[in-house]
């Protein structure tokens, strides 16, 4: 599905940020980046769509060849790639509604955009992805007026509306609490799970990354350290990724089936305070 052939970034500042990763994900493979601040974890998400030009290597998106794409190929490619920020990237004083049609503006003619007229298709999906991600009574809201978690589930949807094969997810729970993380973690791993996307998800979070992603890779200073599932991410390897440190209880918080199972009814039902 994605594969990176010896990635290199090297800023114009002499910031080596990547030295020749090698990474390939299969469809609908949940994938967590971690590594400690500067490692290059954002560098390597944004080298995927081509937000920052690799130095060198080549990128695969099934049999489209990334690197060598002129800018209206690139353009086109991008519509396969979702993603979703850290500070949700929303346009405040647009309604919720506009903020979700906006992923599709890719697709849609000039004028049509200029004018915000989107076909009826669009818009019916709009609707069934708010409904999805539990804000089908908020689509004539400001986004400004939404919570934190509300701001992240409009993201998701923006970034499904494109209709993707891979998503590339830059600190999504970055700014909000552990209650909410896990229920955006929660719900972008099944929304991959039930659309075959494959996901790759910088995360700082280790215990969250483990909880929900099937595989982990661990970046140091440009180079990937750790490739392996989360049960596999010992002491040893966390040193391994971050250094020297007493690992004792950095636990992999496990979820409860349980009240997993009551969570995802509550989540379904739920919707965040507006603050
Ligand atoms: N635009 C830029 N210009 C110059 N150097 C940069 C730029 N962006 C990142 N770097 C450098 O590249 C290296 C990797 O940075 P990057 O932001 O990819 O790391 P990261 O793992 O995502 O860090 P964090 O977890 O703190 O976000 C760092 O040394 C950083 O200073």
């Known amino acids: 599905m994605l594969r990176l ?30 590594g400690p601040s500067g490692a290059g974890k954002s560098t390597l998400i944004r080298c995927i769509n081509r937000l920052v030009e690799p130095t060198s290597g080549r990128i695969w998106l099934k049999d489209l060849e ?16 979702g993603m979703i920020f850290q500070e949700y990237a929303l346009v405040e004083r647009l309604t919720v509604m506009e903020n ?31 409904d999805r991600v539990g804000l089908a009574e908020f689509a004539d809201k400001r986004a400004d007026a939404l919570s934190g978690g509300q701001r992240q589930r409009v993201g998701i949807a923006r970034a ?6 891979l998503l590339l997810v830059d600190e999504p729970t970055a700014s909000l609490d552990p209650k909410t993380s896990r229920q955006i973690m929660r ?37 990937l350290v750790y490739d392996g599932t989360p049960e596999g991410l010992t002491a040893d390897r966390l ?9 004792e209880g950095q636990f992999k918080a496990e979820e409860d089936p349980a009240t997993e199972a009551q969570a995802q009814i509550a989540d379904a039902r739920r919707f965040d305070p507006v603050v």
């Open 100 to 130: 979700v049609l906006s992923g599709r503006l890719g697709y849609v003619g000039f004028w049509q955009s200029w004018f915000r007229r989107f076909p009826q298709t669009d818009i019916d999906h709009a609707f069934m992805l708010l």
């Open 5 to 34: 052939e010896q990635i290199v970034k090297k800023y114009p500042t002499g910031d080596h940020a990547l030295r020749g990763v090698d990474l390939e994900v299969p469809e609908h493979q949940v994938m967590a980046l971690i």
């Open 66 to 81: 990334m690197v060598s794409l002129n800018a209206r190929e690139l353009r086109r490619a991008r519509r396969r790639i």
């Open 160 to 165: 499904l509306i494109q209709q993707p094969d």
């Open 239 to 247: 040193t391994d990724i971050y250094g020297e440190e007493n690992w």
């Open 187 to 223: 719900l972008i791993t099944e929304l991959a799970r039930e659309r075959n996307l494959a996901v790759i998800i910088n995360i700082h979070d280790v215990p969250l990354a483990q909880m929900f992603a099937q595989r982990i890779v661990g970046l140091r200073q440009g180079t």
